[in-house]
């Protein structure tokens, strides 16, 4: 695990360095350290929409304390459940809305956004169809109308049998 942050750290750092240059020699003049602190922030932005991007990587971006890379890191599908779980606590609601539409959620993760104070939050875990039957259930019981209506449609659809029509062309 110290070996993955030193590569990973020096992996990010790699990455800075070069991208630094790269736009150093396009502004020359123009490029001062305000500008070098947006780019960076840009390429850490990047990696976290990035659907190549290793778990290692993400576990070290979501460190940052920045919404928007926090919320693409949540929605990421390579993000380990144990990023996700810390996530999941997170002060703002956003990214707890986010870590709920992630289908990689554990169920004590799951559990713990069911119960979350922001309608929000839940209602986005109420649309999840990977989220397990008992949740969406309580999802159901909840005190907000929306959640409880979007918790009823998920599970009245999961109920449903899966109709597949095919189709013929004529001449």
Same mark, same amino acid.
């Not at 890379?69 to 703002?92: D, F, G, K, V």
């Given at each position: 695990?110290?070996?993955?942050?030193?590569?990973?750290?020096?992996?990010? @750092?790699?990455?800075?360095?070069?991208?630094?240059?790269?736009?150093? @020699?396009?502004?020359?003049? %123009?490029?001062?350290? =305000?500008?070098?602190? =947006?780019?960076?922030?840009?390429?850490?932005?990047?990696?976290?929409?990035?659907?190549?991007?290793?778990?290692?990587?993400?576990? %070290?971006?979501?460190?940052?304390?920045?919404?928007?890379?926090?919320?693409?890191?949540?929605?990421?599908?390579?993000?380990?459940?144990?990023?996700?779980?810390?996530?999941?606590?997170?002060?703002?609601?956003?990214?707890?809305?986010?870590?709920?539409?992630?289908?990689?959620?554990?169920? =004590?993760?799951?559990?713990?956004?069911?119960?979350? $104070?922001?309608?929000?939050?839940?209602?986005?875990?109420?649309?999840?169809?990977?989220?397990?039957?008992? $949740?969406?259930?309580?999802?159901?019981?909840?005190?907000?109308?929306?959640?409880?209506?979007?918790?009823? =449609?998920?599970?009245? %659809?999961?109920?449903?049998?899966?109709?597949?029509?095919?189709?013929?062309?004529?001449?």
């Amino acid at each position: 695990m110290i070996a993955e942050e030193r590569l990973t750290d020096s992996a990010l @750092k790699q990455i800075e360095r070069e991208s630094y240059a790269f736009f150093a @020699k396009l502004y020359p003049r %123009r490029f001062c350290e =305000k500008t070098r602190s =947006k780019e960076t922030e840009y390429i850490r932005w990047l990696l976290a929409t990035n659907p190549n991007t290793p778990a290692p990587i993400l576990d %070290r971006l979501a460190s940052e304390d920045i919404v928007s890379l926090l919320e693409r890191i949540a929605e990421h599908p390579r993000t380990r459940q144990a990023t996700l779980a810390r996530l999941a606590t997170h002060e703002n609601p956003r990214v707890r809305a986010a870590v709920a539409e992630n289908p990689n959620i554990d169920k =004590k993760t799951m559990w713990r956004l069911a119960g979350d $104070i922001h309608p929000d939050v839940r209602l986005r875990l109420a649309e999840g169809y990977s989220i397990p039957v008992a $949740i969406l259930q309580a999802l159901a019981q909840d005190d907000n109308p929306y959640v409880q209506n979007r918790a009823r =449609k998920t599970l009245n %659809r999961l109920d449903q049998p899966m109709v597949v029509s095919l189709s013929v062309g004529c001449c």
